[in-house]
């Protein structure tokens, strides 16, 4: 899965591997990447995602900087991000410098 162009919106990218070396720069707005892969990708810089959906989606070992994400999902395995987000728990080992989360459910 590539993202070839700058927006998306009420896209679905559920199930999907995404098997790009970074994301760089999109905004996203109500797209669902349930149970998405993203393994593969090293960092996410400088994104949008404004209600999107990550329930099951697999976030292990991504560099998040500089970006939002505003009143998103995460539910399963992203669980962890956002209970660490909402209790105040964030440590730079989270990998999530300069990211800003708002409305987390």
Known sequence: MQ???DSY???DFSSRI???ED???KKFTGCKFRRA???DVSVI???TFDTCDFAGARLNGVNIKQSA???CQFIGQCVTIAEH???GKYSPEEKVQGTFFTGIA
């Open 3 to 5: 993202f070839d162009t």
């Open 9 to 11: 919106e009420n896209e």
């Open 18 to 20: 995404m098997e790009m």
């Open 23 to 25: 994301i760089s720069k």
């Open 37 to 39: 892969d993203f393994s």
């Open 45 to 47: 810089y400088g994104c």
């Open 69 to 71: 994400f505003l009143s």
């Open 85 to 87: 987000l909402t209790e």
